[in-house]
T-cell receptor
């Protein structure tokens, strides 16, 4: 059974810092991995999607990497801003079927 | 496109009542997913459809839960009878066709359900 773990569970940093969020999964048979952002009381916003054949994806100040063989992904946020404060979730899509398995998320707070 | 549309956004009901949640997918997406989010269990997939056909309902907690997708533009998730432990945020998500090399899921704003 695929399990997804995110570390740390919560993170508080001063504005301007670069930071890394970690995601690990137990079964490397994945189709892709997706990072989401969730603001309090809101739905999920897709940030980046990495196909299993890719190593990384970039969007603005965000960079996500994927090491499928070791079951790890990282989300790098450069020059963090208070507006980045949210919960960040990673999810893996299983190789067979359409299911996404989610981690519990990392709650990020960027202090001004 | 308006994105995934869910209604109602908030629902407060009493134990034993029937609850119906609704979802309109993004046009052209033929995969639709119902998730439930709670503090204790995080995000859980309840059921998903491909081309209006239920593919995997192993996440549906009990027979009290049922989901339908009568056509490509509408889906419902029904709870009958509702119980306080069903209180959660229910999300609908839709995605590009299965097998597409770009298989991203897009989430609706969710329905916050409170069962008293």
């Amino acid at each position: 059974k695929q399990e997804v773990t995110q570390i740390p569970a919560a993170l508080s940093v001063p504005e301007g810092e670069n930071l890394v969020l970690n995601c690990s999964f137990t079964d490397s048979a994945i189709y892709n991995l997706q990072w989401f952002r969730q603001d309090p009381g809101k739905g999920l916003t897709s940030l980046l999607l990495i196909q299993s054949s890719q190593r990384e994806q970039t969007s603005g100040r965000l960079n996500a990497s994927l090491d499928k063989s070791s079951g790890r992904s990282t989300l790098y946020i450069a020059a963090s801003q208070p507006g980045d404060s949210a919960t960040y979730l990673c999810a893996v899509r299983l190789e067979y079927g359409n299911k996404l398995v989610f981690g519990a998320g990392t709650i990020l707070r960027v202090k001004s | 496109d308006a994105g995934v549309i869910q209604s109602p956004r908030h629902e407060v009901t009493e134990m034993g009542q029937e609850v119906t949640l609704r979802c309109k997918p993004i046009s052209g997406h033929n995969s639709l997913f119902w998730y439930r989010q709670t503090m204790m269990r995080g995000l859980e997939l309840l059921i998903y459809f491909n081309n209006n056909v239920p593919i995997d309902d192993s996440g549906m907690p009990e027979d009290r839960f049922s989901a339908k997708m009568p056509n490509a533009s509408f889906s419902t998730l029904k709870i009958q009878p509702s119980e306080p432990r069903d209180s959660a945020v229910y999300f609908c998500a839709t995605g590009h066709p299965t097998g597409s090399s770009y298989n991203e899921q897009f989430f609706g704003p969710g329905t916050r359900l409170t069962v008293l």
